[in-house]
């Protein structure tokens, strides 16, 4: 499968790009780099969503307060 590229200028934050590098492995490329990070973005704001979707599904948030109460044998009686 061929990947498709596109070609643009980026304007970055320099202290940004230099913390990134410093992370990043030895030799990396930029465009590897720039890559890289679009893909922790994307990975990011996927997770995000999902998380969203999970607190609005009525069985999760049943579960969710299922796990906030004690077990039973701690449950005052």
Not at 32 to 56: H, N, P, V
């Amino acid at each position: 499968m061929q990947e498709k590229m596109m070609r643009t200028t980026l304007t970055i934050d320099e202290q940004l790009y230099a913390k990134a590098v410093a992370l990043a492995p030895p030799g990396i490329e930029k465009s590897e780099l720039i890559r890289e990070c679009g893909k922790a973005f994307i990975q990011r704001q996927t997770a995000r969503r999902l998380a969203d979707l999970g607190a609005l599904h009525p069985i999760l948030n049943w579960c969710r307060a299922a796990a906030k109460r004690p077990p039973p044998h701690e449950r005052a009686g």
